[in-house]
């Protein structure tokens, strides 16, 4: 089935100067297998193709079920030089698990992750004096 | 194994964190706080205050987090180490003495490194060094760097700060260091281990790497099961404990909230690294890949096995230079109709800029919301779920000239009465004044024309 790398992987991305990395972890040996075949540096690239000018390098890290990416000329300039709201590249990672993959149905079945519940945030906010 | 531990925390991970984490882990017991301040971002922020006033350039926090560090200090329970002299560590420790003078804390030895800043060699170093200041990422030659240089400073290591801790300092303040060092140091002077001890050095930069952004390695920026992180307001800062043969163990205070497990420790240890099997470190070369980790439970994860090779002969250093002036504006725009609206008026401003005669090098627009506008007031049926309630407009622009990167975002506010319906203007972070933009180019200087100039100074409070 076609599903997003949101519903199987967690995610991180950071800066340096106008480069930022992505690392993306697996859960599970089976999904670290998955996505190491199919997320591939040029299926980055192409992904962030609105984003990003310069090559995309994937790097592999089986100790953490992680997959790290390094992309170049990522950030309109660098952190102090870029006009975009998100000038360190913070939300990148986010950006990556949009890419949709296809997976076994099984495997789905056994790694999805779970929606986070953030009840007590709403119900703490509910609970302020507000306007 | 030696059983001797050693209990090193990261109080902070850059200049606008909270000194507030810094009790919880002094409470908790430890022997060396760690504070690291800078980012590139960092850097070129303290650039700009030390143009304006030449006693600054410094983070201007410090005096908060001494003045609780201090008492610990001063009773012989901690040492500090910090990276918050930014761009001019000696002012830094100017406030450092006069912050125990205030307490009334004496015999404090406060020591001062010096000799990441390059700024004043950028020919010689041009013209003498191997790289002859390429560009590390890109490979672009030095001369076609655009604008002026405001800053050039190299990321030292570890050996001015070991060189303090050796002759008795309690408080340590540098430039420049490469973050992982202001945490590898104290392991070296405590253990005694070599310069060619490469695994050892690369189990200790590991450790720096993830102490070095607080709280990321105890449940903050985690994209894991965030949403079960305990008590998430209360979230510490980590520790490790660190033994002789490199072994160590991350952890957080027994009082606190947050999760330091095998999933908040990795998402750390991949943050702003390229290539994990080779971290550049200026003492080692660390090979994150061979690290072996046990989730012990109860908040402790134990790392073993890391690797390294020997260290290059380089530095990394980075040279910030002027790239233009930029300026914001914002505005809102409610269904229906709401993203029309904002393109629209994004269009309208654009060319009313033309029209004043204003050169704009570059421009940005962002589309924003979610329900400031119209608050919960239901939508009718028709409206498509994929018709966004409300537009969040932000305009930002990069000019040559900084009056003019200033006077543009007057041109958002008539909008308000003069553009497509239901625009709410406001004016943007700039507040109608300008940002000088500034451009980091990294590259690399050999490290026998930095080293002669590196000086460690001990001052006794």
Known sequence: MRISLSELCGYRSGDKGNLVNIALFAYSEDVYELIKTVVTAERVADHFAPLVRGEVTRYEARNLLALNFVLRDALGGGGPSTLRADNLGKTFGGTLVRLEIEAPDDLVAASRRSRPDTGWARSYLASLPQS | MSSKVLRIAGGQGFYGDTPSSIAGLLEDGIDYLCLEALAELTLAILQKDRARDESRGYTRDLPVYLKTAMPAVAAGRVKVITNAGGMNPAAAARVATETARDLGITGLRIATVLGDDLFGRLDELHAATASQLKHLDTGAEFHSAQGDPRFFAAYLGARPIVEALDAGADIVITGRVADAALFLAPLIHEFGWAWDDWDRLAAGALVGHLLECSGQTAGGNFSGDWSSIPEPWNLPYPIAEVYADGTAIITKPVKSGGRVDFDTVRHQLLYEVSDPSSY??????????????????????????????????????????????????????????????????????????????????????????????????????????????????????????????????????????????????????????????????PTLVEKSFVDPGVTVTIQEV
């Not at chain 2, 070369?285 to 380089?314: C, M, N, S």
């Not at chain 2, 627009?365 to 018709?387: I, K, N, R, T």
């Open chain 2, 280 to 441: 550049m470190h200026p003492d080692v070369l660390a090979d994150f890949t061979t690290a072996q980790f046990e989730d012990l439970g109860e908040d402790r994860v134990r790392i073993t096995g890391v690797r390294g090779k020997p260290a290059t002969p380089t530095y990394k250093a980075v040279l910030a230079h002027h790239s233009g002036w930029s300026g914001e504006a914002r505005a809102g725009f409610a269904w229906p109709y709401a993203l029309e609206k904002a393109e629209t008026t994004a269009a309208i401003f654009a060319r009313r800029v033309a029209e004043a005669g204003y050169e704009v090098a570059e421009w940005r627009f962002e589309y924003w919301g979610v329900d400031a506008l119209g608050g919960a007031v239901p939508m009718p049926e028709s409206a498509g779920a994929a018709e966004p309630r409300e537009v969040g407009l932000r305009v930002a622009w990069r000019c040559d000239d900084e009056k003019t990167a200033a006077s543009i975002s007057r041109e958002m506010v008539p909008l308000m009465l003069s553009a497509p319906p239901a625009g709410h203007t406001t004016m943007g972070r700039s507040a109608g004044g300008s940002t000088e933009l500034l451009e980091i180019w």
